[in-house]
């Protein structure tokens, strides 16, 4: 059995994993950590978890980590960059739900969050965890940013295209809708019901951080310089995410045999029927991603509609899709549930 740890077990991405790896075959959750819950049990914080999990919630100490293979940081961005090197001197592997290695360039980063990195000497280490692009590389590392759950969304909706050259990657427009669960758990009164409910908003739209994740992803598929303007808004609904996507065709082509092709195998990308359009509620609690394309009016405009659920695909079920590569397991290990519905 590989015996897992988390790091920050009382966050929406803590407890997805949570619930993801009560019923993973291979699993055994060993540790999970929470500053403010030490001493608690984990099912007295979450009784959907009574009879699946018995842990008392521990400090983040190393010591507490150490009998673990694996450890995943479900934790706001700078707190992994300060403990990787000692786990991983330890011999244990790391997957990275927050941003901490995701960027490659070390300023860059440090420009979007606001602090200074604790660790740049890994960041060439870390494997940009999005399977359907970097799968080999993830059975081979021992650091794994996972994506984010707006890059997730967006890069899955683009990729084909600029893999084939096919559209005009210097003028690419992402709009997109996120849930309010994807703002996290802490409590502020931008996320309260009484102001998200009956609402709709796009927010920073002068720039947002995931805005130099996604590009980064994109211009590694695209021989062209890639020009992305990335608009998040937030939808009064609890989970999803809804990239609608624009780009300007530059030649001829079924763009539904091309979408189809690219994931053929991809077992958590399912290419919709032409004609039809992508639902969040039809990927709610799973870890696929639905994509439906389309070229209003059979113009030169291609429109692709990519949806996912945050804490899913854009988060705890991709690390574990990432964990089960990195340990040699089946892909779909434990990731194999219908999306809720209604």
């Known amino acids: 059995m590989i015996r897992a740890g988390i790091v920050g077990g009382t966050g929406y991405t803590g407890v997805e994993l949570l619930r993801i790896l009560a019923l993973h075959p291979a699993v055994e959750v060993a540790t999970v950590t929470s500053r403010a819950d030490a001493g608690q049990r984990v099912d007295n914080l979450y009784p959907s978890l009574r009879g699946l999990c018995d842990l008392v919630f521990t400090l983040p100490d190393l010591d507490n980590l150490a009998g673990c293979d694996v450890v995943f940081f479900a934790t706001p961005n700078g707190t992994a960059m300060t403990m990787a090197a000692d786990l991983l001197a330890r011999g244990i592997k790391i997957i990275d739900l927050s941003a ?10 440090e420009k979007w969050y606001g602090m200074r990195h604790a660790s740049p000497e890994l960041i060439a280490e870390a494997v940009y965890g999005l399977p359907e692009v970097n799968r080999q590389a993830i059975k081979q590392a021992s650091l794994i940013a996972c994506p984010g759950c707006y890059p997730t969304a967006v890069q899955l909706g683009f990729l084909p295209l600029l893999e084939a050259g096919l559209i005009d990657a210097g003028h690419l427009i992402a709009d997109v809708k996120s849930g309010v669960s994807g703002a996290g758990r802490k409590a502020e009164i931008s996320s309260l019901m009484s102001e998200t409910g009956e609402s709709f908003k796009a927010y920073a739209v002068s720039g947002h951080r995931h805005l130099p994740e996604i590009r980064q992803g994109l211009q590694l598929a695209s021989p062209q310089n890639v020009g992305l303007t990335f608009v998040p808004h937030l939808t009064p609904m609890i989970r999803g995410i809804h990239a609608t996507l624009y780009a300007r065709l530059n030649t001829g082509v079924d763009l539904q045999t091309v979408f189809e092709q690219r994931y053929q195998t991809e077992r958590f990308v399912d290419v919709l029927p032409a004609g039809t359009h992508a639902d969040t509620r039809n990927v709610r609690g799973s ?12 113009d030169d405009t291609v429109v692709i509609l990519s949806v996912i659920d945050n804490l ?7 690390a574990v899709q990432n964990m089960n590569l990195m340990f040699d397991l089946p892909e779909q290990q434990g990731l194999e549930t219908v999306a809720l519905y209604p």
């Open 100 to 109: 901490d290695f995701r960027i490659k360039e070390v300023h860059e980063w």
């Open 287 to 298: 870890n696929r991603c639905q994509i439906a394309v389309h070229q209003p009016q059979g």
């Open 312 to 318: 899913v695909k854009g988060a705890s079920g991709q």
